[in-house]
């Protein structure tokens, strides 16, 4: 009996690592018509806070985070993946329902953006072959979200903390939320912040939500292609990270 050999397409690593350079560097550019919108720089965004919500920003976020991981693991058996289109539809929903009530309704309205952002993520790691209940898995779809957000100009740097392997126990998990934390809660605080924007909360919700989930579905999309690259095309994930990193910092400089 004859047997049909079926030859593998050979992977074009240059031309793959082109395509995630400039994804990588488009993935904030609606961050940019959000600044536009609300008439302010991501750096002035914090300021225009209550001081009380500001030091509590970082304590916020890492219970925000805590109950996202545990929510948006839990809803995998419930609830399945969703294309990124439906994702960023449910969130811009979200915004401009936690815009308009000020910053009481965007506060409650955060932890909830949190989850469905974090399960974004875990779909995106599926739709690339991961397992998203594996530790691994759940350490990287962590690290995605402690990227510099759509709202922030980005040199690269954040590639380097994404690709940080740690010992995976649950007492490091523990450790990366925290660590993650702090980078997020600025983050989301200039989320907060735009949405209490007078007279522009609901549209500003709307609008940075649209941003944020279109922002990191964008970088998982990088990072978890850049970890099947490395398997696919049996290279180092370290010298395909190194290899993006040298062709990202050109492209956000011109940005």
């Not at 920003?57 to 809803?75: I, K, P």
């Not at 974004?120 to 397992?131: C, M, N, P």
Request: aromatic letters at 4%; charged letters at 20%.
């Amino acid at each position: 009996m004859d047997i049909e050999v079926i030859e593998q397409t050979p992977i074009d690593l240059d031309a793959e690592m082109r395509a995630l350079a400039r994804r990588y560097a488009a993935a904030g550019g609606v961050g940019i018509q959000v600044l536009n919108l609300i008439g302010g720089q991501a750096e002035s965004l914090l300021d225009r806070l209550p001081k009380g919500v500001r030091d509590n920003l970082d304590g916020t976020t890492e219970r925000a985070l805590r109950v996202a991981m545990r929510a948006a693991h839990s809803s995998r058996g419930v609830v399945a993946d969703q294309p990124g289109w439906l994702n960023t539809a449910v969130t811009t929903t979200m915004g401009a329902a936690g815009g308009f009530g000020g910053l009481p309704s965007a506060m409650a309205e955060l932890p909830v953006t949190v989850t469905v952002l974090l399960r974004a993520i875990q779909g995106v790691a599926a739709e690339h072959g991961f397992d998203p209940g594996a530790e691994n898995v759940q350490f990287d779809c962590i690290r995605v979200l402690a990227s510099a957000g759509p709202l922030d100009e980005d040199d690269g740097s954040d590639l380097a903390f994404i690709g940080t392997r740690l010992t995976l126990t649950g007492a490091t998990l523990n450790g990366l939320i925290a660590r993650v934390a702090p980078r997020l809660a600025t983050v989301l605080g200039q989320k907060l912040a735009a949405q209490t924007v007078p007279l522009l909360g609901a549209v500003a919700g709307a609008a940075t939500n649209y941003a944020y989930t279109s922002y990191y579905q964008e970088m998982a999309h990088v990072h978890f292609r850049l970890r099947r690259l490395a398997i696919e095309a049996d290279r180092p994930h370290p010298e395909l990270l190194a290899d993006l990193r040298q062709r990202v910092r050109p492209a956000v400089t011109r940005k």
